[in-house]
C-alpha cells in the first residue's frame, strides 16, 4: 500500500455510490488524516468467513501498517487511532482507493512497538485494524474525500 487515509467512523454522515460497477463518489463528514507507512511494508486484506451452517458470508478486512521510528507524535496518534472506532480508505499500489470498515468501522485489534536488536530490524510501531463487514470493500472515487492538511 501506499497510503492510507483514516477518519472517525461517528463523523462519517454519508456515503453516495453511484455507476455499474458501484463505486464510492462522495463520502460526506469526517477529517480524513493521511499516513504513509514504511515502503513495501503495509497491506489490506479481505478474508472470506462463511458458514454452512448457517448459509450466511461475511468479510473480515484487516489492514496492517507498519511506521518507521519510535517517536512521541507518533505514539499519540496511535492511542487516537486505539481509542476510536474507524474508517481507512486504502490507496494500493495501482492507485486506486479502497473504503474499510464502511457499516460498521474498524479497531485498532493488535501490533507491538518494539526498538530493534539488529541494525536492519525495525524500530517502530505494526498495528492491525480489523473490521467485519457484510460485504467487501468499495472503490473509492479519488475525488470522493478531502484529505485533511
Known amino acids: 500500500m501506499y497510503e492510507f487515509y483514516v477518519s472517525n467512523f461517528e463523523d462519517i454522515t454519508d456515503i453516495t455510490k453511484l455507476g455499474t460497477p458501484e463505486v464510492i463518489d462522495t463520502i460526506t463528514g469526517g477529517d480524513w488524516f493521511e499516513y504513509v507507512p514504511n515502503k513495501n511494508s503495509s497491506n489490506a486484506v479481505e478474508n472470506v468467513q462463511s458458514s454452512l451452517e448457517n448459509g450466511t458470508v461475511g468479510y473480515e478486512q484487516v489492514i496492517t501498517m507498519i511506521f518507521g521510528k519510535m517517536e512521541a507524535d507518533k505514539r499519540n496518534q496511535i492511542a487516537l487511532m486505539g481509542a476510536g472506532t474507524l474508517m481507512i480508505i486504502a490507496k494500493d499500489k495501482n492507485g486506486r482507493f479502497w473504503l474499510y470498515g464502511e457499516n460498521d468501522g474498524m479497531v485498532l485489534s ?18 492491525t485494524f480489523t473490521a467485519m463487514e457484510g460485504e467487501l470493500a468499495y472503490e473509492v472515487a479519488e475525488t470522493a474525500f478531502t484529505p485533511t492538511p
Open 110 to 127: 493488535g501490533g507491538n512497538t518494539g526498538t530493534g536488536t539488529a541494525l536492519t530490524d525495525l524500530n517502530g510501531y505494526n498495528l
